[in-house]
């Protein structure tokens, strides 16, 4: 099966609002095969969590607390 081409075709099927972007990415685990549609890039959930993270860091830095490892650590750097 060309994963490619079924992934355009069911694409094809969609209908997206003028000036809207879809691209999907698709992968099976157990085969590694994969597919991708369109070319537009959006943040992912990894980049979101980045700036979940670093805002209790930011407001612990801004009010002078030091964060401490769980083991009771203060982290180097």
Known sequence: MDRQAALSAAMARVEVP???RV???VLAPESGESAVY???AFDTASIV????LAAP???AQDAGRRLRHRSGRTPRG
């Open 18 to 20: 003028a000036g809207a």
């Open 49 to 52: 969590q980045v700036d979940i």
């Open 38 to 40: 369109g070319d537009a």
């Open 23 to 25: 691209p999907a990415a």
């Open 57 to 59: 860091l930011l407001q």
